[in-house]
């Protein structure tokens, strides 16, 4: 088997997040704005800390667009040009329970991952009485059932040591009433620490360099995949407990904060999440590869696809990767969903022996991802795509749970109006597709022929 | 293999998929993966997928492949690799067996399994450094898409495996026709004897002249001997009866009237024991709106027309479409029958074959004991579709590896199908063909 073909399904891991090297500015074509220099900007320009939502598509690449954000700030990049920040990024499910999370253990879990990261990249350890004091509690609440030998850890080894733990919800219950009184002590707490630690940064380095950092912005990612708060039912309410209920205390850091929300909850109650943060959440939407109309092919996010594989292959031209057509094939059926565009490519490479990547593989590759969607798509549901499908104005009710649901599971992809021109995300507007490989299965070509034949 | 192009509809039916190509790229993935990647092997037969798996193995001899079974109720995978992966770990790692506690119709969200792939999503990095398969049914595939969007997105591999046709011929459908069940329930020499009155019968009204012919008399023969030959596995001779007798009907009823569904239903359920499909479909179709529009809701009559459709959907992969016909068949069934009347207990089994065809056991399996006890209960002793019902169950037991209940229950099928339809029938060969395949099997 040729090598570049190895290469290639190695380097699109769909585990893992973008490098610094394999990352591919999209913004231009996903429409809705500038991420990145814009909240750098909100941050430079605020004088109170900013906290933000940041949402899009599972698999859209939002983790590569923060890892991209903490990679500009820390090395103070050309979009953040005033302060310098350290950047700390929170992979929320390395602390929490996706079924049984709550407010408190978000607060704990950015402590214990700010501790980490200090000691880790600046050998910082913080100080804190409080926190030591608290520090078995903290550690019980956070990783339960795991057994710790050592009486005393210092507080940033904590993940690094235990691990994450494991379905314990009764134990944890009890400890978590416990802690919930503390609640508003332990923010006070926390932004004791942020005050201490752009204290330690000041004084860290010498005057005339200027400090290294000036202050911190926490990413708290992931967290858009908590399904359920203890004590609240698993979906909706449980987000609401989270993002709304929890606004006023996740709005209380004194440092600048980024958190991870759900599309679909972002796309119902907008304005509302919008008045608590005081500013609109960013929306990550799919790469556009077609036209909102009749799905004409749109040539500049398909370049940069293109791009994005070739930064993969590491080689260029792209003729020797993969044939026009074979590209052509992929980027057709992808929806834009870059993860999904990743999976192709990956198993494409193992269709072939030879490159380039020719249009039967392509063919293969794809024909491998369809039971994927065609597997979760309900009987009532059918209509509902062929509605969209056929609508004019493409738009998306996702306060329907059948419908979220089809836009969850990828069937239904949300993009963006705006673009090479517009870069705030005020002129944004979402619109909505069904996903390419669905609008080629045989029952939705029925549902929608019937809709179709009921309208004339 | 051909070389041109794939016609653009194959490539999105999720249906067609040829095993072995799928094998092979699935061994080629294998050796290229390296450390956590996530494959899905969907396989709605554990028979099938025991195949696959002993493929594999002989075409990666190279590879140390650790097979997993996770046969009863584990809350976690992760940590029950921890417990379980060999060290130094393995090339891949084969997980199967779920389907036979997991059930399709609870919310994924209820299952800690299926939670906690979510949850431990990013540990599996570290803690499974080889390529996870999971071998797992459709219907699960779905359940972990549901249950565990974040753990299913960052799959690699998806490869489908269709289980053969040897496997989905061995359980026996029951097509409901009218008087069928009375036919196959008699024996042999009395069969004979039917025949040879009816056909009497048969050809003293046709030698009527047409004015004192009575239509319905002689429409109630032909199916009758039709309904005898069928069960006698002479379809040419039941065909051309069956043909004869919706012609007539639908020269001498009204359009949408009953009696010509009945007839289609006939006619059609032919096609389908023959396998013709294709033919079969448009008169159970036209069967089913004839009876919507004409029968009263609930009625019995269009349950059958349900039942039929939805066996032939099954016969053809299409499961998603012949389970709300079997839900709704099943529901009229049970409102508007006594309890225990057999066509309850063939919605059942219908329904159990179902959910047996995409993988889930777990559901399939209480359907076929009711059907099966309502079977006994209902019908006289040796009935052929009390054989069914045991044949069908003790598929199920085999292609679950639980062997000593399977055998018992084919013993006892095939010597009630060879008593009452004598050795020659398409049943009775089915039931003698799966007993000594199984035997065959356990010899080895």
Known sequence: MDELLKELYNACHPLLPASTEQYVDFTEVRGGGVFIKQICQEFDESDEPVSALFTGHLGSGKSSELEQLAYELRRHGPECRHRRYFPVVVNAVDYLDIFDASLLEILLAIVAEIALQLKEKEGIELKSGYFQKRWEEIRRSLFSDVEVKEAELPLWMGKAKLGLKEADRNSRKQLRERLETHQPTLINEINLLLISIRDTFAQKLPRDAGPKYQDIVIIVDNLDRIQQVAGKAEGVESERALFVDGAKLLNEFRANVIYTIPLGMVRAIEPQLEALYGRRPFILPNVKTEGREGHEPFDKGRAKLTEMLLKRAKKTPIDDVITPEGLKFLLDYCGGHVRQFMIFVRQATLETNVTPIDLKSAEKAVQKSVTMYSTTIKTEQWEMLAELDLSESKSWDNNDPARRELLENLCVLEYMNGGENETIFEAAEPWYAVHPIVRELRLFKTARAAREQKKS | ?444
């Not at chain 2, 009527?208 to 012919?213: K, Q, T, V």
């Open chain 2, 1 to 444: 293999m051909t070389t041109e192009a794939a016609n653009k509809s194959d490539i999105f039916n999720p249906l067609l998929t040829d095993n072995d190509s799928q094998r092979a790229t699935l061994a080629r993935e294998l050796r290229v993966a390296k450390g956590f990647t996530l494959i899905f092997a969907l396989c709605n037969s554990a028979a099938e997928r025991a195949q696959q798996i002993a493929a594999l193995r002989s075409e990666l001899p190279d590879l140390n492949i650790q097979e997993v079974p996770v046969r009863t109720e584990i809350p976690h995978l992760l940590q029950h690799l921890r417990h379980t992966l060999e060290t130094p770990p393995p090339d891949a790692v084969f997980v199967y067996g779920m389907e036979n506690w997991i059930r399709s119709d609870t919310n994924p969200r209820s299952i800690p399994f299926i939670l906690n792939l979510n949850a431990a999503r990013n540990h599996f990095i570290e803690d499974c450094p080889c390529p996870l398969i999971l071998w797992i049914p459709d219907f699960l595939l779905r359940q972990i898409i549901g249950g565990a969007p974040d753990f299913a997105s960052v799959r690699s591999g998806l490869y489908v495996f269709a289980a053969s046709q040897n496997e989905a011929a061995k359980t026996i459908e029951t097509l409901e026709m009218l008087g069928l069940t009375e036919a196959l329930g008699l024996d042999l020499s009395d069969k004979h004897q039917r025949i040879k009155e009816i056909e009497q019968l048969l050809s003293r009204v046709k030698h009527l002249p047409a004015e004192n012919r009575n239509r319905q008399d002689q429409l109630y023969l032909i199916d009758q001997l039709a309904t005898m030959y069928f069960a006698m596995g002479r379809y040419t001779e039941a065909e051309s009866l069956l043909n004869e007798a919706l012609q007539l009907r639908r020269a001498s009823l009204p359009d949408g009237h009953p009696d010509i569904a009945q007839s289609l239903n006939n006619l059609a359920g032919l096609y389908y024991s023959q396998g013709r499909f294709a033919e079969a479909e448009p008169l159970y179709n036209e069967a089913l709106q004839i009876d919507r529009a004409a029968l009263p809701e609930g009625h019995p009559g269009i349950a059958t027309d349900l039942n039929n459709l939805a066996e032939l959907y099954r016969s053809k992969g299409r499961y998603p479409e012949a389970e709300p016909l079997y839900h709704e068949a099943l529901h009229i069934h049970r409102a508007s029958l006594p309890d225990g009347h057999p066509s309850i207990a063939i919605s059942l089994g219908n329904l159990a074959g179902l959910y047996q065809s995409q993988g889930r056991y777990a559901e399939a399996e209480p359907l076929y004991h009711e059907a099966l006890q309502i079977h006994r209960a209902s019908l006289p002793d040796g009935h052929p579709d009390i054989a069914t019902s045991l044949n069908n169950l003790a598929v199920l037991y085999e292609i679950q590896g639980r062997f000593a209940e399977s055998t018992a229950l084919y013993r006892e099928a095939l010597a009630i199908v060879e008593r009452a339809l004598g050795t020659e029938h398409p049943t009775t060969k089915i039931v003698r063909e799966n007993l000594d395949t199984f035997l065959r099997e356990q010899g080895e």
